[in-house]
């Protein structure tokens, strides 16, 4: 059961709305790597993680998740806020204003709309978690590169501690890949079902 507060994880106070800025960082709200997928992926998961502790970490971050949703679609919708038809023309957002005016809709930079082909949800708790931490990274890189266009520190701001908690997650996701590892038969590292994997080949 969640409980939701009525606050931002971090606070969002953009002064000068920039829907050029907007435009790219919509990507980590519906973009192959955005908190959209993110969200869907860790609590989807869980349901399949071998102890109780490993379930908390992907609970935990997968509910963490939802917040950065929340904040990312915060930081859009004041960047996109009280525009004029000039400033929506001159900066490239009328082919996104067209279709949705200035609603917060997932979607990557790139332009394709959030598909759920952008995360996976196994049932092997060793292949899921390796996806996680290979998408915290990604997700980080993609906070890195939004960093390398924004000047705005109205901006720059909550997207540095947005890319902090994907540094944390990834530490967290380490801390669940060694609770697994530690839960296998040490000479078959990279099964997660052991007693499979020790059958012997039936003779033809």
């Known amino acids: 059961m969640f409980q939701y507060e009525k606050v931002l994880q971090y606070p969002v106070n953009i002064k000068n709305p920039n829907p ?66 000039s400033e929506i023309k001159e900066s490239g957002f009328d082919a996104y204003f067209v279709d949705h005016t200035t609603g917060i809709y997932p979607a990557a930079a790139s332009g394709p709309a959030f598909t759920a082909d952008y995360l996976q949800s196994t049932g092997d708790p060793l292949a899921d978690m390796h996806e996680d931490l ?25 997207i540095k501690f947005l890319r902090e908690r994907e540094i944390v997650h990834y530490q967290r996701f380490g801390e669940g890949l060694r609770k697994i590892q530690d839960m ?15 059958q012997k080949p039936k003779r033809k």
């Open 20 to 85: 050029a800025l907007a435009k790219v960082i919509i990507s980590q709200l519906g973009g192959p790597d955005g908190e959209v997928g993110a969200a869907m992926r860790y609590l989807n998961q869980r349901y399949a993680a071998p102890c109780r502790e490993v379930q908390a970490i992907l609970t935990d971050i997968g509910t963490e998740e939802l917040g950065h949703m929340e904040m990312v679609a915060a930081i859009l919708y004041q960047l996109t806020r009280n525009l004029s038809v």
């Open 184 to 198: 296998l038969d040490s000479k078959n590292f990279y099964a997660f079902n052991p007693s499979f994997d020790k």
């Open 134 to 158: 290979a998408a915290e990274q990604k997700a980080r890189l993609t906070y890195d590169n939004i960093l390398r266009l924004v000047d705005d520190p109205d901006v720059r701001d909550p």
